[in-house]
């Protein structure tokens, strides 16, 4: 008895020849291409958005705590050191005193030694020492007592600088007296390589004649290094600092 063809066994075609299976389309060279540069670009936009927070907010972090530290060492310094205003302020590795620029911030910004970027990466301000050597405030000489500081990221200490006006004020302290100027002039933008602007008489200031000037210069614009910003202060007066470091009435 002839044995009967089961239902679900495979046809052939009209040829004889069973019908071959589908063949899958794979995505073509410029789809793959397509997705490798996505994927890509999706990688480097994370790497780029960590490098900006690492830039411009975790660098913040780690110089304030390191200029917090080393202004408590001045602080402790000043309060076990013996009276007179030069030995506190010149033998001190830590900091020479502390800038007061309310128009800027009410925080009080530590001054060093030094404008490289091993001394402002920890965010203080930093007295030039070259290519023109800072006149300081505490050795009573006529002369310009140069500063520079961060605009943006490792404390970023003068990033409203821009803020600043004629007739602010700018104050300077340290153990035993509180030097405060007066701003009279300031120069938005200029060469980076403009080091006149750091002259005992500065440049460019509208001041001819030897004086006790302040000059607080960083980077413009913001977030780039491409020219100067410059302030310039002369001395108002110089006040002493008595038991209770009551500060003057311009940080009241």
């Known amino acids: ?13 009209a040829s004889g020849a069973p019908p071959s299976p589908a063949r899958r389309r794979g995505p ?9 540069l996505g ?7 994370l790497v780029l958005g960590l490098f900006v927070v690492y830039s411009l907010w975790w660098t913040n972090v780690v110089a304030d705590r390191a200029a917090d530290r080393q202004a408590d060492k001045v602080r402790d310094t000043w309060a076990h050191a013996p009276g007179g205003d030069r030995p506190a302020s010149f033998d001190s590795g830590n900091g020479i005193g502390f800038l007061h620029v309310p128009a800027m911030s009410r925080d009080e910004i530590l001054v060093e ?3 490289s970027m091993k001394v402002l990466n920890d965010g203080v301000a930093g007295y030039y020492t070259d290519p023109v050597e800072a006149t300081l405030p505490m050795s009573g000489e006529k002369g310009n007592f140069s500063l520079a500081a961060h605009r943006d990221g490792h404390g970023a200490k003068f990033h409203r600088i821009d803020r600043i006006e ?15 100027y007066k701003v009279y002039s300031v120069l938005p933008e200029t060469s980076k390589f403009n080091v006149q602007v750091l002259s005992k008489v500065p440049k460019q200031s509208g001041r001819t004649k030897a004086g006790h000037y302040i000059t607080l210069t960083t980077c413009t614009p913001v977030y780039t290094s491409r020219y100067r910003y410059v302030v310039w202060g002369e001395l108002d007066r110089v006040e002493k600092v008595d038991s209770e470091r009551t500060p003057p009435e311009e940080l009241r």
């Open 1 to 13: 008895m002839a044995a009967t063809t089961d239902d679900t066994e495979e046809q052939s075609d």
């Open 28 to 36: 073509g060279r410029i789809a793959a291409a397509v997705s490798l």
């Open 39 to 45: 994927e890509l670009l999706i990688t480097g936009g």
């Open 113 to 115: 030694k030094g404008t």
């Open 166 to 180: 004629k007739g602010d004020p700018i104050v300077f302290e340290t153990k035993d007296k509180w030097y405060v």
